[in-house]
């Protein structure tokens, strides 16, 4: 069966500065500070350019308030890193969700996207390692 609390992976995506997260199971409000603090704790890359979070295994649907707060709290933390955030969202609901913590985000000076497309998201965190290169 599935975990009941959410699992989560803080992985390096192989030969880049790209961390990806990937979330499954039941998840909570709470679990979204957890992400943010494993992150912190990493010691994956010396210096990320890019998080995608891979959340297409995720049963956890956050209320429009709790999105509003882990938008408040990814948006810090990624103006903060000076990193790109990319979400993955299966279509529907999760996506629409998604996009609405995207766009808060935003407001605290982040570069962040949604995707349906894992290869997509990639591509598009891919730019910011190019972009830094230059």
């Known amino acids: 069966g599935r975990p ?4 989560f992976a803080v992985l390096q995506w192989p030969a880049t500065q790209i961390l990806v997260v990937r979330a499954e199971g039941s998840g909570s409000i709470n679990e979204s500070s957890e992400v943010l603090a494993a992150l912190e704790r990493q010691r994956l890359v010396p210096q990320f350019v890019a998080v995608l979070f891979d959340l297409r295994l995720l049963d956890y ?3 429009p308030d709790e999105a509003r707060d882990i938008a408040a709290r990814y948006g810090v933390f990624g103006a903060r890193h000076r990193c790109r955030m990319a979400y993955v969202a299966t279509p529907g609901a999760q996506y629409g969700i998604t996009r609405m913590v995207e766009m808060l985000s935003q407001q605290h000076g982040v570069a962040a996207a949604t995707f349906t497309s894992f290869d997509l998201a990639l591509q598009w965190v891919g730019e910011a390692v190019r972009d830094v290169g230059a």
Do not use: D, K, R, Y
């Not at 009941?4 to 699992?7: E, K």
């Open 61 to 63: 649907l956050p209320t």
């Open 4 to 7: 009941s609390a959410m699992a």
